[in-house]
């Protein structure tokens, strides 16, 4: 298991950047990483997944190019910069680490997940 905790969430206009951190500690962080977002009423999605050693990343159609995923080993530290941010972005945003394959847009696949961090971006 790895513990994490994330960071970063606050309120901002549209079209203003945040950047959120997750602190992991624990079992090795040679897990793949990701980041998953719940609005109110609606099902935890997929946002971005990297591989361990960060040289791979995916990313949800509705974040693409306005996203990046990154992480930084030595840190012990995942990353989600967001730019051009909109009010459909509001959500809580979850970090999650997988040790074993699967499909990496879907949360079963996820063995670890901390507490969230919301995010408000207001119109």
């Known amino acids: 298991q790895v513990q994490l905790v994330e960071s970063g969430g606050g309120l901002v206009q549209a079209g203003g950047s945040l950047r959120l951190s997750c602190a992991a500690s624990g079992r090795t962080f040679s897990s793949a990483m990701g980041w998953f977002r719940q609005a109110p009423g609606k099902e935890r999605e997929f946002v971005a997944t990297?591989?361990?050693?960060?040289?791979?990343?995916y990313y949800a159609d509705s974040v693409k190019g306005r996203f990046t995923i990154s992480r930084d080993n030595a840190k012990n530290t995942l990353y989600l910069q967001m730019n051009r941010l909109k009010p459909e972005d509001t959500a809580v945003y979850y970090c999650a680490a997988r040790l074993r394959s699967g499909d990496y847009y879907a949360t079963s696949t996820y063995d670890s997940w901390g507490q969230g961090t919301q995010v408000t971006v207001s119109s």
């Open positions: 990297t591989n361990w050693s960060g040289g791979s990343t």
